[in-house]
């Protein structure tokens, strides 16, 4: 259970990437004070937590809904991995 649970974390963090993002968020928020800077930075939590939550816990239905199945959904993802590694 643990264990499953510190792959989920470390897969979010991965996915999510807060280091990268942190520029970004500032050179959006640029020039705006503090407490829109605060409210922007919540909501992006908001937004991002929901999508994530509801991805995992409708994401097996959805793809089975779609017709795709988990081996090719994988399959899919190292490609794509496969590739962008292949640009840098």
């Known amino acids: 259970?643990?264990?499953?649970?510190?792959?989920?974390?470390?897969?979010?963090?991965?996915?999510?990437?807060?280091?990268?993002?942190?520029?970004?968020?500032?050179?959006?928020?640029?020039?705006?004070?503090?407490?829109?800077?605060?409210?922007?930075?919540?909501?992006?939590?908001?937004?991002?937590?929901?999508v994530l939550l509801l991805f995992a816990v409708g994401g097996a239905w959805f793809l089975r809904m779609m017709g795709i199945s988990m081996a090719a959904f994988r399959i899919a993802g190292g490609i794509m991995l496969f590739l962008i590694a292949l640009e840098m």
């Open 1 to 50: 259970m643990i264990d499953e649970l510190v792959k989920f974390l470390v897969l979010c963090w991965v996915v999510v990437d807060p280091i990268t993002l942190v520029p970004l968020f500032a050179a959006m928020t640029e020039g705006a004070d503090e407490a829109f800077r605060r409210r922007m930075a919540l909501k992006a939590v908001i937004v991002a937590g929901l």
